[in-house]
Every structure is written in structure tokens, then in C-alpha cells.
């Protein structure tokens, strides 16, 4: 299930086909019982966590917050998406993007960090961005890293 919180009243989406999109997503994954919340921020918001969770004083597109529900509770949740969509705009825009496309990489890539993949060693980031395209090439959306 995804739950969306449009703390910034983002009116440019289409919050129904947005969550079915990644319903697919996590039906692709093997996750699709699992609950993922999304959150649109706006810079101020994300600058914060960025600063408090990983100590970077500045605004970026996308975070992720595993669950850190105990084992003892049985409910599948991934965790949190939060995206900033004023960042993402700016990306899309600057890359050649839709804002559509590069919104819908921003949560799969999220996501993504919700079931361990990563991108700090070389050979992690290979194997999260074929997985990136491949996710992104059944729903007719180009390669993100061209």
C-alpha cells in the first residue's frame, strides 16, 4: 500500500496514478504487501533531515527511513520516501527531463534504499541503477543515466 503526504500541496501530480505507479513498483520488487509512505517536502523541510540524518547542510531530492519497527511486530513496512519536489523540478529541468519521469526515478530510487540497495561502492551503484532502468524501461521511461 503507499500512502502519500503532501505536506506542500503539490497540485502538478496526479496523486492516484502516482500511487498505482509505484504499487507496480513494489508488485515488481516482490514487496507489494508492504506499506510505503511518501512525503513531498519543500527545501527547508529536506535541508533539515539531510542536516540532522546524514550531516549535510543543504537540500537534495530524495531520503529514505527504513522501518525500525521490532521483529515482533508483524506488519510489512518498508519505511519512508520523503522527496523534495522543489529539487526534483529543478533536476528534471536542468537534465532534459519530464518532471513526471524524474519524480517517478526519485521514488523508485528511494525505495530502492528501503530494501538495501546502495550506491556507495561502484559495484553497488551498478547493480541499483541496472535495476533503476530496468524498473523504469517497463513503464516506457528512459535510461535516467544517459
Given at each position: 500500500?503507499?500512502?502519500?503526504?503532501n505536506?506542500?500541496?503539490?497540485?502538478?501530480?496526479n496523486?492516484?496514478?502516482?500511487?498505482?505507479?509505484l504499487?507496480?513498483?513494489?508488485?515488481?520488487?516482490?514487496?507489494?504487501?508492504?506499506e510505503l509512505?511518501v512525503?513531498?517536502?519543500?527545501?527547508?523541510e529536506?535541508q533539515q533531515?539531510?542536516?540532522?540524518?546524514?550531516?549535510q547542510d543543504?537540500?537534495?531530492?530524495?531520503?529514505?527511513f527504513?522501518?525500525d519497527?521490532p521483529?515482533?511486530?508483524?506488519e510489512?513496512i518498508?519505511?519512508?520516501?520523503?522527496i523534495?519536489?522543489?529539487?526534483v523540478?529543478e533536476e528534471a529541468?536542468?537534465?532534459?527531463k519530464t518532471?513526471?519521469?524524474h519524480l517517478v526515478h526519485?521514488?523508485?530510487?528511494?525505495?530502492l534504499?528501503l530494501?538495501?540497495f546502495d550506491?556507495i561502492?561502484e559495484?553497488?551503484a551498478?547493480?541499483m541503477?541496472?535495476?533503476?532502468?530496468?524498473?523504469?524501461e517497463?513503464m516506457?521511461i528512459s535510461?535516467?543515466?544517459?
Amino acid at each position: 500500500m503507499i500512502v502519500i503526504q503532501n505536506s506542500i500541496d503539490v497540485n502538478n501530480i496526479n496523486e492516484v496514478d502516482f500511487s498505482n505507479t509505484l504499487q507496480s513498483v513494489l508488485d515488481e520488487l516482490n514487496v507489494s504487501d508492504s506499506e510505503l509512505l511518501v512525503r513531498f517536502v519543500d527545501k527547508p523541510e529536506i535541508q533539515q533531515l539531510n542536516k540532522t540524518y546524514r550531516h549535510q547542510d543543504k537540500p537534495t531530492n530524495v531520503l529514505s527511513f527504513p522501518s525500525d519497527l521490532p521483529i515482533e511486530i508483524d506488519e510489512a513496512i518498508l519505511g519512508d520516501v520523503i522527496i523534495c519536489m522543489e529539487v526534483v523540478t529543478e533536476e528534471a529541468k536542468a537534465q532534459g527531463k519530464t518532471f513526471e519521469n524524474h519524480l517517478v526515478h526519485m521514488a523508485i530510487h528511494g525505495t530502492l534504499h528501503l530494501l538495501g540497495f546502495d550506491h556507495i561502492e561502484e559495484s553497488e551503484a551498478q547493480k541499483m541503477e541496472a535495476l533503476e532502468i530496468k524498473i523504469l524501461e517497463k513503464m516506457q521511461i528512459s535510461n535516467p543515466y544517459e
